[in-house]
């Protein structure tokens, strides 16, 4: 499980790591108090390729990612 928290109106990282192939889950934090975010991934041409959904902070939501080829992607 990967875990991503946004404060500031930006991510606490900017590199993550997952297993290509198998599903695996994002735990989000918002620690932005009444504004909206959620976690996007894109893949290299930049189309979307994954959206949770947007919620205001400070909240926490589990996100479920389908399966992933190998590769590098961006999260938004």
């Known amino acids: 499980?990967?875990?991503?928290?946004?404060?500031?109106?930006?991510y606490d990282t900017?590199?993550?790591?997952?297993?290509?192939?198998?599903?695996?889950?994002?735990q989000f934090t918002n620690n932005d108090a009444g504004v909206p975010h959620n976690v996007a991934?894109?893949?290299?041409?930049?189309?979307?390729?994954f959206k949770g959904e947007i919620f205001p902070g400070?909240?926490?939501?589990?996100?479920?990612v389908q399966a992933l080829p190998a590769g590098e992607y961006t999260f938004v």
């Open 58 to 64: 400070v909240a926490e939501k589990t996100y479920d």
């Open 41 to 49: 991934i894109h893949d290299q041409s930049n189309a979307e390729i």
């Open 1 to 10: 499980m990967l875990k991503i928290a946004a404060q500031n109106i930006a």
């Open 14 to 26: 900017t590199q993550e790591a997952v297993p290509a192939n198998p599903p695996f889950q994002i």
